[in-house]
């Protein structure tokens, strides 16, 4: 069974050859996971990059219950972007098979990593025009269940690379994870008073 892929395109046209060889190579991703829902293939068009080979762009965004995989290449061809990021995602699935495996020893009552965004479409965005207003855009996104472990790992495979906004299980509270200059993980709990 292949799983059905919503392919997107920004700047471009996507022709049936590029579309054949993305259904080929995403469409069999659920072999190696099963509980996969959906896959999004965004293909943009980055003019502004300053390395010629660098302006072909693939993220494959992956949705698989509790979690989200995302991989993200750059290329000079779509060709090559899309199989750069179909490897990187099956890197991904593997390390997600391993938290699996790992999460089903944990203790009684604690939690697991609760549904993070279904998909990008669950994100609202807002975005203003008025010169005079200082936040000129901003997300509303579901908050997740989750420990500091989790948060990172989520981090990580979102390709956020500074921040990621949780709710943190430990502390009941709403917290946020950034990684440091030193390449180590800070963590902001609020005190409220």
Known sequence: MTIPVTISAKGMTVNERLQAHIEKKVGKLDRYLPELRAAQLDLVVNKAARNSGDRKVAQITLQVPRTILRAEEHSADFFASVDKAVEKVYRQIERHKGRQVHSRHMEPGQERVGEVLANQEQATWETHTDEKERVVRRKRFALSPMNEQEAIEQMASLGHE?????????????NVVYRRHDGGYGLIIPDIS
Request: net charge negative; charged share 10%; no cysteine.
């Open 162 to 174: 500074s921040f990621f906004v949780f709710y943190n299980v430990d502390t009941a509270s709403v």
